[in-house]
T-cell receptor, first 113, second 110 residues
Framework: NAGVMQNPRHLVRRRGQEARLRCSPM?????VYWYRQLPEEGLKFMVYLQKENIIDESGMPKERFSAEFPKEGPSILRIQQVVRGDSAAYFC???????????FGQGTRLTVV | AQRVTQPEKLLSVFKGAPVELKCNYS??????LFWYVQYSRQRLQLLLRHISRESIKGFTADLNKGETSFHLKKPFAQEEDSAMYYCALRGIQGAQKLVFGQGTRLTINP
């Protein structure tokens, strides 16, 4: 089991471009969580998804950010028209169900120039 | 509001000395508390959860509901304990999200 896989590991985008971050959960896991870590801060919850459903998006910025977890394929966190303030490490975690341990990916470091 | 506070950003101790990483929380209910660790160039991984009441790599943590604390302790620090440590909470019912503290960078000096 390769664990939670995130790609790319590093992503550089110019202001105004779109960023797509991918997360493949552990085999058998159907719950995915996205977190953002700004410099010098802890991880902040963004969104919780199950297959084809957004369960909790209370941490998502109201504009430019969206997430999906389709029936087939990885979960995608999409940031449109990126700004410098979006520069951060984005972590994905997956679990097999409510109350079970969440396993983290290695993160994607987004740099907006 | 759910909040986790780790008052020390940096903590440095000598090898063999006791170490305590502080964590305080606020939550209007019964939370689950966790400690996660991130070693250099590795992913975040679960170290302890209060429900399991076990000792991992010599670390223990006791949930003190009166003081709303979940401090991480180890009696004799080892150099390989140098890492970033995050305290986190999750509600027992309802929301599955983890709320993290800012983290403490622990350095063990030889």
């Amino acid at each position: 089991n390769a664990g939670v896989m995130q790609n790319p590991r590093h992503l550089v985008r110019r202001r105004g471009q779109e960023a797509r971050l991918r997360c493949s959960p552990m085999k058998g896991h159907s719950h995915v969580y996205w977190y953002r870590q700004l410099p010098e801060e802890g991880l902040k919850f963004m969104v919780y998804l199950q297959k084809e459903n957004i369960i909790d998006e209370s941490g998502m910025p109201k504009e430019r950010f969206s997430a999906e977890f389709p029936k087939e394929g990885p979960s995608i966190l999409r940031i449109q028209q990126v700004v410098r303030g979006d520069s951060a490490a984005y972590f994905c975690a997956s679990s097999g169900g409510e109350g079970t341990e969440a396993f983290f990916g290695q993160g994607t470091r987004l740099t907006v120039v | 509001a759910q909040r986790v506070t780790q008052p020390e950003k940096l903590l440095s101790v000598f090898k063999g000395a006791p170490v305590e990483l502080k964590c305080n929380y606020s939550y209007s209910g019964s939370p689950e508390l966790f400690w996660y660790v991130q070693y250099s160039r590795q992913r975040l991984q679960l170290l302890l959860r209060h429900i399991s009441r076990e000792s991992i790599k010599g670390f223990t943590a006791d949930l003190n509901k009166g003081e709303t604390s979940f401090h991480l302790k180890k009696p004799f620090a080892q150099e390989e304990d140098s890492a970033m440590y995050y305290c986190a909470l999750r509600g027992i019912q309802g929301a599955q999200k983890l709320v993290f503290g800012q983290g403490t960078r622990l350095t063990i000096n030889p």
